[in-house]
């Protein structure tokens, strides 16, 4: 079967992928190493047990990085480190042998002619007998490093071999009896060091920084170059991007043209000639990879098959991920999220997914090392599965014609300044052109910019609703208007939006801004339901917005604001009021009383009394459900400006509280002995039925109940549920077992509760009344 560009590309750059390896060793006499370290002396080479001994008394234990963190654990890490300040080195003649060193070294690792490496020293390790350093990754501890630098002092030594792997290879690198051991490898590459069996190694290590272009004077053959471009040409035949997956890793700091790693130098230059031939744009990207794979138990015990009852296995948490052996390959995702383009300015956020269509890698994903690793066991509808991550580097292109699409869908707030400055420049007719470029994924760009973290490089971020407002205000064409306004969310409206977003109203319509609104579901039934405190926080602020809107000459817009954001409050009202677990019930409707009150002041604000006589018509009528919730909402409404606070429907709503509560008072106290319960909400189940008559009997307090398993857990739920004042336990002597209920004195201590807290907002009534 013929190969497709992609597959044929990826071919391609595996076979021209130049010169150079992940690590390399070198070695060189030690004479022009000149060591002193304070307490000790100078250092003898090689280094006698004694004096290492001495090292090792002055040193630390070593540490390493964990994310943001440096920790020591001498299961990770056993090693002693001398501090640095303690060290000093003859400079001048150790460059005599480090500086040619650094420079085979460079042409080794697949580094062009036009770069230089140069070494920071790091640390001074000393690994005594049994010490060692498990399979790690270096952080990069600067924009400019690229890799690290041993340098393992000759001596006699057993074991303490460093080992590096990268994709699928691995080098073991052993120290000599005699010369320095100079081993460079890039700083994503998983490495170890393996347990010292006898005697102490000595070890520099060292900071490898890249100057100047690690990618200049890598020419492809013009062969090579039409190939490429002949590839890319088929696939923009379908496609529009073609994302090309590189072999390292980088960070978004380190990711630059000039500081390419080993092979990805010289397949990045091929590409870049390629897309110059095919007339495309190419920009460096970094990728965060998802793979899901079904993968089996290591083999143990000389068999597969063991007996599931066998207390001596071990947990399935306690197998490596690495030791499981990956299956096939179930599912996957990519994204971008950070590029760098040619001019070389610092990396740009980017947020985009990618499809399986437009992605290609000579170095399948499986064979390089995962950042984070989660096993699931067997779940019953589905077999074992190993959820891993990876960063890698990236290439993506795509034909010049389609450069605003592209970079739009990466970067939205991009289009946004870029369409800006069309309008400001007086090329409307090319804007709106740009913009029908938008409607396809305009919606999904702005949902990944907002949500996507970015993995782990970028905060989750969202163009600037101002900046759409003003394109959308320049475009006037009210349906490219909506497509552009459409996938933002209201809560972004801030009172410094009220002058632009009052002249879109104004220059569209009041029935255009409905609509939009409509859009924004702001009165809909989906809610916002995932996150409603976003919601709610902006709500309570609305008189500001009002305000505002009012001012900038946009008070049609404020009311259909108020409007919307009515029924929005309604429903969550109805919803609240239906929970049946009193205490959730009670906090979800005090969340509501901030934006209720909010709503009533931005109405009074914008001369709304029809809405607010609404609202408060809604929220006073039916049982005292909501009594605690108006009366916060009376106290922010108290606080408002009289002329508002009288607009807010303030009278009506006291009024009603004040009746309402004077009723309550007006009950006489609960009779101490009386044990009667009020709990409707039950089914229409026998079992209800009887739970129901228990709780009404003012006489009774305890129930004994010979109940199936199944209808004691369906009693024990519905007094949960309610929380009803009843204790309940199960007696379990004969069949059935005996559920025993008992009536709490908690009964009384709730109705006390109430009272006093009625007594209360009474009074703080009357004093807001005068």
Partial sequence: MAKGPRQRLATLLGATSGRGAFSARRTAAPGDL????????????????????????????????????????????????????????????????????????????????????????????VYAPGQFFVPHQDSEKSDAMVGTLTVTL??????????????????????????????AFYADCRHEVRPVTSGYRVVLTYNLLLAGDAASGLASAPDDVAELA???????????????LLDHEYTTRGLSWSRLKGVDAARVSALSAAAQVSDCEIVLALADVHETWSCDEPYERGSYWHDDDDED???????EDD??????????????????????????????????????????????????SEYEGYMGNYGNTMDRWYRRGAVVIWPRGLDFAVRAEASP?????????????????????????????????????ASVGVSAYLPPRQPNLVQALLVAHGLDDPRLATMLLRPFRPELLTPADAPVLAAVAERYGEGWMSELLAEWDLGGSRGWYRAPRERYSWIAALPELCLALNGAGGSGVARLLLAACWIWLAESVGGARSIIQPSR??????????????????????????????????????????????????????????????????????RHIHQRLDARLAQPPRDPDDWSINASGGCACQLCATLDAFLADPDDRTLDWPLAQQGRRHVHDRIDRQELPVEHRTRRVGRPYTLVLIKAPTLFEREAKERHSDETDLQMLRELLG
């Fill in 34 to 125: 000149h060591i002193d370290v304070a307490g000790v002396g100078p250092l003898e080479i090689p280094v006698p047990a004694a004096q290492a001994r001495q090292l090792c008394g002055i040193a630390r234990p070593a540490r390493y990085g964990l994310g943001e963190q440096t920790l020591t654990d001498s299961r990770v890490r056993s090693t002693w480190e001398v501090p640095k300040s303690r060290v000093r080195i003859d400079q001048r003649r150790w460059n005599r042998t480090l500086s040619p060193i650094l420079a085979k070294l460079r042409a080794d690792l697949g580094l062009s002619d036009g770069c230089a490496l140069k070494a920071e020293l790091h640390s001074v390790l």
């Fill in 154 to 183: 000759p001596g006699t030594s057993r074991g303490g071999a460093l080992v590096v792997e990268h994709s699928d290879a691995r080098a073991t690198y052993r120290s000599s009896g005699k010369l320095l051991s100079f081993v």
């Fill in 230 to 244: 002949t590839c890319l040409d088929e696939h923009f035949r379908e496609q529009n991007r073609l994302v090309y």
């Fill in 313 to 319: 296995d071990e947990d399935d948490e306690d197998v």
């Fill in 323 to 372: 030791a499981r052996e990956l299956g096939e390959l179930l599912d996957w995702s990519i994204s971008l999220d950070t590029w760098v383009d040619r001019s070389g300015a610092p990396a740009q956020p980017a947020a985009f997914a990618v499809g399986d269509a437009e992605v290609c890698a000579t170095t399948p994903t499986a064979k390089l090392t995962p950042y984070e």
């Fill in 413 to 449: 707030s991009w289009a946004l300044d870029s369409l800006a400055g069309l309008l400001r420049g007086g090329e409307q007719a090319r804007a709106r052109e740009l913009v029908e470029l938008l409607a396809p994924f305009w919606a999904d760009a702005l949902r990944v910019g």
């Fill in 585 to 654: 019930r009670a906090q979800t409707l005090d969340e509501l009383s901030a934006p209720i009150a909010g709503l009533l002041v931005g109405a009074a604000a914008s001369d709304a009394s029809e809405l607010s006589d609404t609202a408060v018509a809604f929220l006073c009528a039916g049982d005292d459900a909501l009594l605690a919730c108006l009366v916060k909402v009376l106290r922010v409404v108290s606080d408002a400006a009289p002329e508002h606070r009288v607009g807010a429907g303030f009278q009506a709503m006291a």
